[in-house]
């Protein structure tokens, strides 16, 4: 069972320079996220796709894009990395049925530098 | 807005000793309520949640978490500490107002178990 697969594992950017992080779920969930992990921060959600197609803002999505490519597939953007994007990216997924509050799967991260 | 709060970014407890983790929440409804932990290296993993049944909850390795409405907390506890307790926990919460597909995270607990 793959679950939730985030790639890359760890990258190096230089300031000012754009990349991808992909996501991809196989369990068919509906809903998927981005949280960026800090230290003394805990997670923090950046964006959230309820559904395929939706996509909205979470606590921190100042120099992030989101695309939704399906329902299986949910990439981040930065489109201008800064030394601030230095961190720990979870990609995570969920069924979203309204009111199951049904269990969130955790990709195993991405760490991201900035330099 | 929801929100999560975690009293003590660090808890050291003896092997074999009570494990007091507290969190407490805001949402002007009622909520949804998780516990992950985190290993180091890993990935976040479902401890337990509640979603309105009941106010105990029971959940993997011996945890539990009691829902105190009038105290708006979740605290977490385990009567017994190992040695594999040792990890990041979080507490996170979701509600209908904002959108049960919304989940905050709190910023963490460091569980230390000492032998």
């Not at chain 1, 996509?55 to 597939?73: A, F, M």
């Not at chain 2, 003896?14 to 407490?24: D, I, M, P, T, Y």
Request: include cysteine.
């Amino acid at each position: 069972n793959a679950g939730v697969t985030q790639t890359p594992k760890f990258q190096v950017l230089k300031t000012g320079q754009s990349m991808t992080l992909q996501c991809a779920q196989d369990m068919n969930h509906n809903s998927m996220y981005w949280y960026r992990q800090d230290p003394g921060m805990g997670l923090r959600l950046i964006y959230y796709s309820a559904s395929e197609g939706t996509t909205d803002k979470g606590e921190v999505p100042n120099g992030y894009n989101v695309s939704r490519l399906n329902k299986r597939e949910f990439s981040l953007r930065l489109e201008s990395a800064a030394p601030s994007q230095t961190s720990v990216y979870f990609c995570a997924s969920r069924q979203g049925v309204v009111e199951s509050g049904n269990t969130i799967y955790f990709g195993e991260g991405s760490w991201l530098t900035v330099v | 807005a929801q929100s999560v709060t975690q009293l003590g970014s660090h808890v050291s407890v003896s092997e074999g000793a009570l494990v007091l983790l507290r969190c407490n929440y805001s949402s002007s409804v009622p909520p949804y309520l998780f516990w992950y932990v985190q290993y180091p290296n890993q990935g976040l993993q479902l401890l337990l949640k509640y979603t309105s049944a009941a106010t105990l909850v029971k959940g993997i390795n011996g945890f539990e978490a009691e829902f105190k409405k009038s105290e708006t907390s979740f605290h977490l506890t385990k009567p017994s500490a190992h040695m594999s307790d040792a990890a990041e926990y979080f507490c996170a919460v979701s509600d209908m107002k904002t959108s049960y597909d919304k989940v905050i995270f709190g910023p963490g607990t460091s569980l230390s178990v000492i032998p």
